[in-house]
């Protein structure tokens, strides 16, 4: 090859890479390695059996899709993915639709145990004192059958079930004692579970605001957005910022948005408090008794019409974008300030980032 076409694949090779619109990496070959990046769950249609993991290095660079079935060819990973648990060398893949759970290597993807027994209409998974707790809907029509499955993690098989009020959703871990969100199933709760992870034994019930969707711990506290009723509910509510002492399990403090206001994707990063309303991205203190109405950036301008998934890493803010829920969706990545870096297409229903 000519010099002068070398220079030319060079300058176009270099405006290909950095330009923000980014094509994805989708060979048919697996990378071997999906460690120092980000696992992105596609949640996939309901009943379509098409759920599946993307991939995206820490740089935002290297980009792929359908990892999972790329490294395992011959496992179908299932239908309706709904939460992923990093635990030391594994990747618990929550599949609600499929009622299983698909572990694999986190950092190779290579499958390493199926959990199909135990679980019904399984949501979100955490751990502790070496085991993982699943939430369970059970019978969505039921409101009395809801319940946590306590995991094995030796033997990959369920040991025991927590009975809980209906429809719990995310669940998160301090000092052996976890924490459940009660968003309602296919009503609308208003508490959170505090499990007891060395008995396995439901401790008490704490009172929050309407509709719980999204939690999480910082420094002593549990951080809860509440999303409240939404319009098409017999009577709206607004949402709130629920704050809980986990030494005692009390309510501390509650901040109520706006009338007709429902946040989500609560997410603590270096003390700042970050929540999403509709398809926009507000910052907020965690010392701060009145809630900022002006968003700290807008998805608007990329066409999102509400953020489905979103969290925060490496000064960097993750947007996932469901489209249509049918068609392959998008994941966006701004700046500190808010300033689009790269989009991407993934799967179907981009429903969480997980930072390996």
């Known amino acids: 090859m000519k010099f002068s076409k070398l220079v030319l ?4 090779s270099s405006v290909f890479l950095f330009s923000c619109s980014d094509n994805n990496d989708n060979n048919d070959m697996p990378l071997g390695s999906y460690d120092n990046g980000t ?22 660079l290297t980009q792929q899709n359908n990892i999972f079935s790329l490294v395992n060819p011959t496992i179908t990973l299932g239908d309706t993915g709904q939460d992923v648990g990093l635990y030391q060398n594994f990747a618990f893949i929550v599949l609600n639709g499929s009622n299983k759970i698909e572990v694999v290597n986190r950092y190779t993807m290579e499958h390493v145990a199926t959990v199909s027994t135990g679980l019904k209409n399984p949501r979100y998974i955490a751990f502790s004192n ?30 025991s079930t927590i009975p809980v009020a209906e429809g719990p ?20 709760g208003k508490t959170i579970s505090v499990i007891n992870a060395i008995t396995n034994t439901l401790s008490t019930t704490i009172n929050v605001g309407d ?25 709206q509510t607004a949402g709130s910022l629920v704050k809980i002492n986990v030494a005692d399990n009390v309510v501390s403090n509650t901040i109520n948005f706006a009338t007709a206001t429902h946040p989500s994707n609560l997410v603590i990063n270096d003390d700042a408090v970050f929540y999403t309303v509709g398809s926009s991205i507000f910052k907020s203190s965690l010392s701060a008794t009145v809630l900022p109405t002006t968003p700290l950036f807008t998805t608007t301008a990329q ?4 953020v489905y998934s979103f969290a925060v890493n490496n000064n960097k803010f993750y947007v996932g974008d469901a489209g249509d829920y049918n068609s392959n969706g998008k994941i966006y990545v701004y700046s500190s ?16 980032f997980y930072f390996n």
């Open 9 to 12: 694949v060079a300058f176009v």
């Open 130 to 159: 070496g085991k993982g707790f699943v939430t369970n809907w059970g019978d969505g029509g039921s409101a009395t059958d809801d319940y946590v499955a306590v995991l094995n993690l030796s033997t990959y098989a369920v040991s």
């Open 337 to 352: 300030s808010g300033q689009l870096e790269h989009d991407y297409t993934v799967g179907v229903i981009p429903a969480g």
């Open 303 to 306: 066409g999102v019409y509400g």
């Open 39 to 60: 696992l992105i769950l596609n949640q996939g249609g309901f009943l379509k059996g098409n759920a599946s993991v993307s991939y995206l290095s820490e740089d935002v």
């Open 211 to 235: 509709v719980p969707n999204s939690l999480t711990i910082n420094s002593g506290s549990l951080y809860v957005i509440c999303g409240g009723k939404p319009s098409y509910a017999p009577v």
């Open 169 to 188: 959703e995310k669940i998160v871990e301090t000092n052996n004692k976890l924490y459940v969100a009660h968003q309602g199933g296919y009503g609308y």
